[in-house]
């Protein structure tokens, strides 16, 4: 090539996935290995041109709930496929139920509940702990059940408890069950909670179909800023947090102590970035659209003891278990025993329904028991006043416990998450930190981010927030440059697996 | 806190822009008002499933703002999430890439097709005549007896602005398949626990290890961008070259800027009979392995990966047994179906002392690029 002539022959390439059938059958294709998520390029570029066209419908109420219905069906396909039609299937049914037992009276009122709640809970019970069962089963009584091979259709466990909240919602008088199956099935399918959350309510969400929120200046920097930050949160820190803690938690025995330990917290912050981040995401997204869905996190590990902590953590998920679960069941009413009990209740299902293994359950038992026992030493202990010294001791002590328990949470089985226990508690020696700054230091100072983020004081964040908006409208597009390209540039960084230096 | 309606004199210290930014907030109609303190600091109320009613004084400033969504407005957001989007992935298509000092700026590689990635690439660095570059005047080997050189202490390698290093011609002998050989081992970590069973080969066999370069952490970009490679087969003049890296590239996604720097590397060795051992996968890689499966000749590629292998404490490296389970495959490999065949039959006594000198580096130091 001559040194003053340049090569433009790339230029071409930029055109020739439109020429390529491919690009095309994965565009509109749906393939289990690539789902469709809001972290995924791919989707991000179809929501831009999404907006263009939907900017044309803003101001037509119906047009705009198609539109949004139709995307959103689009979306469903796209991450879980056929089982879009399971989804229709459940929205039409759950829509029908409500209507009827909006009618009845007594006990046929009562019924309907029961059968409306069974059906529902039945797709999720059948898809997603029907294997458990089964291997139970077979482990208890020796029977010779075989798996069923089942492929969990994405956000199940979600809209299930999205219906629920629903249908109970009707049965309680507290909303109007929906007269136009639209406008239910756009609660339901609504794309930015329809895959991970937040569990959005009814009487939250319906209202705001007939009167969206304004779209303008601010709006739309905030919602911008949400989903940037969200980005940001999952994509840079969790994820890089997440590269370290597989190295891990692969092979716990294999690591120091001191590894564990910073794995716990490296996790500890995964969890919470990832989750976070996703919701930043899909509340922005929500936002952009017109549509304000309820905050998920709030500054849960700065929390000074486990009640705040679920009062912070996974709101749309906790609250559900509180005004589903733990209330109907009974609550405080009905004597401190039951009241100890429910809550052990509560936090079982809460763990179960992360995912279909004992760990799961175990992780919802530890919960459910250092709730109870906080709800016994607030009982006990005397003194109300809260001085500084035990909101912090507090603070930390909640941290280690949670952190400890997500183990479980990361764990692939009960003896890796055992052996890693023993790790921390048997073999744990400075030396082993300070050769992990050593050699990882790039990660340490991740982690060390991700901390300050955590326990950032809220306060601070909003006046971050509130600064973000003096930014003029038209410099965003080059945040959302900035931002992609710092997560470009650390998405493939190879996180080196060994602590060791000399590999 | 900034919680608009609540304390006016916050509103006021804030510049306009926030002023217009609570007025237009201020949907009278509906009595909506989701402030942005609101949705930050979701405080207990949003716990208790109550929302925050409240409602926002109507400021002058927003008195006559339009009270609809503006569509060009939500144009604009889609424009502000595509445009740059569509920037990132021209920018990944172009063949260069944008350096700011030391800080390269990564492209977003998504869900290309490797396959036709490698393809493309080998098309664009045609497959050069051979060993052109070898033939010239006869210089004898000698190789130091040091045992042990250190990177940052090698004279020869120390030297690293000299990118368009040259080898300098020597004659290679006429190969025949049990001609007795001068290995040169080169690779990160995994050589230095392979070099051993290798030894035990060639004692048997007849060959001689005349240098082990041990780069540890080192990657396809240290090995293909440097000329360390070319100043040491410079040096050490060898006959056969074993390659063995990789494992520090598994998870590795940017594969378009690493099948670059494995080219380079096939194109260094081209002309001396090598053998190209890959990484020994503790799991299932990103693609690495087809990059250098692509990458090297036709036959001189060891697909280390569908070998299970004993692993050290770690998990990851192979154990002294692996090591050996390992060599004994590669041998196997080289004495039947490899394209540089050599004689490598097993040996009777195994682990006996390495003697060659082993010169290592390591990456995070020595980068050599």
């Known amino acids: ?503 | 806190m900034f919680r608009a309606g609540n304390d006016p004199k916050i509103i006021g210290a804030k510049s306009l822009c926030l002023k217009y930014f609570c007025s237009t907030l201020a949907d009278k109609e509906h009595q909506i008002t989701p402030d942005l303190a609101s949705t930050m600091s979701a405080k207990a109320s949003t716990v208790t499933g109550g929302d925050a009613h409240t409602q926002v004084p109507q400021s002058e400033a927003g008195a006559d703002r339009p009270e609809k969504s503006s569509p060009w407005l939500i144009v604009w957001a889609g424009l502000s999430i595509s445009l740059p989007l569509l920037l990132l992935y021209i920018y990944s298509c172009s063949p260069q890439t944008l350096q700011f000092g030391q800080l390269e700026l990564k492209q977003i590689l998504g869900n290309q097709d490797i396959d036709a990635m490698l393809a493309e690439l080998d098309e664009k660095e045609p497959a050069d005549a051979g060993a052109n570059h070898l033939s010239g005047s006869t210089t004898t080997a000698n190789s130091t007896d040091t045992p042990l050189i250190v990177g940052e202490s090698v004279p020869f390698l120390a030297n690293n602005s000299n990118n368009n290093f040259t080898l300098p011609p020597y004659e290679l002998p006429v190969f025949a398949d049990t001609t007795k050989h001068r290995i040169l081992l080169i690779g990160d970590s995994e050589s230095g626990g392979l070099r051993y069973p290798l030894n035990d080969y060639c004692l048997a066999n007849g060959h001689k290890i005349i240098l082990s370069l041990e780069w540890y952490s080192a990657t396809t970009f240290n090995f293909g961008r440097s000329d360390t490679i070319q100043k040491i087969i410079a040096k050490y003049k060898p006959t056969y070259i074993f390659l063995v890296f990789g494992l520090n590239e598994l998870y590795a996604r940017d594969l378009k800027a690493r099948k670059i720097a494995a080219n380079q590397l096939a194109k260094k060795l081209r002309g001396i009979p090598y053998a190209w051992i890959g990484p020994a996968n503790w799991e299932e890689d990103n693609g690495i392995n087809r990059v250098f499966q692509s990458s090297a000749d036709s036959a001189t590629y060891f697909m280390t990966k569908k070998l299970t292998l004993t692993r050290a404490s770690d998990g990851r490296h192979p154990d002294t047994k692996g090591y050996r389970i390992w060599m004994d495959s590669i041998a196997g490999w080289i004495q039947t179906s490899a394209r540089y065949k050599m004689l490598m039959k097993p040996p009777r006594k195994r682990g006996r002392p390495f003697r060659a000198p082993v010169i290592t580096i390591n990456a995070a130091k020595y980068r050599g690029y």
């Open chain 1, 1 to 503: 090539m001559q040194p003053n002539t340049v090569d433009t022959n790339w230029l071409n390439q930029i055109f020739a996935p439109l020429h390529d059938p491919k690009t095309w059958e994965s565009a509109f294709g749906y393939s289990t290995k690539e789902p469709w998520f809001f972290t995924e390029f791919s989707f991000l570029a179809v929501f831009g041109v999404f907006l263009v066209f939907y900017a044309a419908l803003v101001q037509k109420n119906t047009w705009r709930k198609i539109y949004l219905i139709s995307f959103s069906l689009f979306f469903y396909y796209k991450s879980s496929g056929p089982f879009l039609g399971l989804f229709a299937l459940m929205i039409v049914s759950d829509y029908l139920f409500a209507l009827a037992i909006e009618k009845q009276q007594g006990i046929k009122k009562k019924l309907l509940l029961w059968l409306s709640l069974s059906y529902s809970l039945s797709f999720l019970l059948y898809f997603k702990y029907a294997n458990f069962f089964i291997h139970n089963c077979n482990g208890l009584l020796g029977t010779q059940f075989t798996d069923h091979d089942l492929f969990l259709p994405i956000g199940i466990s979600f809209y299930t408890f999205q219906s629920i909240s629903y249908l109970m919602d009707v049965y309680r008088k507290e909303i109007p069950a929906t007269r136009n199956v639209s406008d239910y099935a756009f609660y339901m399918t609504f794309f930015p909670h329809l895959v991970a959350g937040p569990i959005v309510r009814a009487k939250d969400f319906l209202p705001q179909i007939f009167t969206p929120q304004i779209i303008n200046a601010t709006l739309y920097k905030e919602s911008l800023l949400r989903i940037l930050t969200g980005l940001l949160k999952k994509l840079f820190i969790a994820d890089y947090l997440g590269k370290y803690v597989d190295i891990v938690h692969e092979l716990p025995a294999n690591f120091s102590g001191a590894e564990n330990v910073l794995a716990m917290y490296a996790y500890s912050f995964q969890i919470y970035f990832d989750f976070s981040g996703y919701s930043d995401i899909a509340i922005g997204i929500a936002l952009m659209l017109g549509y304000r869905l309820k905050e998920n996190f709030d500054n849960p590990y700065a929390s000074s003891n486990i009640t705040i902590f679920w009062r912070k953590w996974h709101i749309s998920l906790s609250s559900w278990l509180r005004d589903y679960i733990y209330i109907p069941l009974g609550g405080n009413r009905k004597g401190e025993f039951n009241t100890y009990l429910f809550l052990m209740i509560t936090m079982l299902v809460g763990g179960f329904w992360h995912g279909a293994d004992w760990r799961f359950i175990f992780w919802g038992l530890a919960h459910g028991l250092a709730l109870a026992f906080h709800k016994a030493w607030m009982q006990l202990s005397p003194s109300k006043s809260n001085p500084g010294y035990s909101r912090v001791f507090g603070t930390i002590l909640t941290f280690h416990f949670v952190a400890f328990c997500w183990i479980f949470f990361r764990a692939t089985s009960f003896g890796s998450a055992f052996a890693s226990i023993e790790q921390i508690a048997f073999h744990t020696q400075w030396k082993d930190f300070v050769g992990f700054w050593v050699s990882r230091q790039e990660m340490g100072i991740m982690m060390l981010v991700a901390a300050f983020i955590a326990f950032f004081p809220p306060t601070l964040k909003e006046r971050i927030f509130q600064k973000t908006q003096l930014l003029p409208a038209f410099s965003w597009i080059l945040w959302v440059l900035i931002a992609l390209q710092i997560i470009i540039q650390f998405k493939d960084d190879v996180v080196q697996p060994f602590i060791y230096f000399q590999f």
